[in-house]
């Protein structure tokens, strides 16, 4: 079987038919996944790969491959240590 990827000229094309109430609702969705990622810098909190992937809504190996020290939306993420098998991170609010 072949498995399509969405391009960006559809991701917007789906966009453009959602409704208003579904824009709104995914907006919403986005100011509580950055609240959180806000909460994690602001506490000093340490998250795994995983854990940042599922925040930043990628595949953990992604989060990997960028390096030690990047940045994402309004944080720099920076590698911090290793605990056995997990990388753990740290976010910073930069503004």
Request: glycine share 4%.
């Amino acid at each position: 079987m072949i498995e399509a990827t969405a391009s960006p000229s559809a991701s917007s094309s789906e966009e453009s038919l959602l409704s208003g109430e579904e824009r709104v609702t995914q907006i919403r969705h986005l100011i509580e996944t950055l609240r959180v990622a806000d909460e994690v810098a602001s506490k000093g909190y340490l998250i795994t790969s995983s854990e940042l992937a599922d925040l930043m809504d990628i595949n953990a190996s992604a989060v990997t491959s960028r390096g030690d020290h990047w940045s994402w939306r309004n944080w720099v993420v920076s590698r911090v240590r290793r605990e056995g098998n997990q990388i753990l991170w740290q976010l910073e609010r930069v503004d």
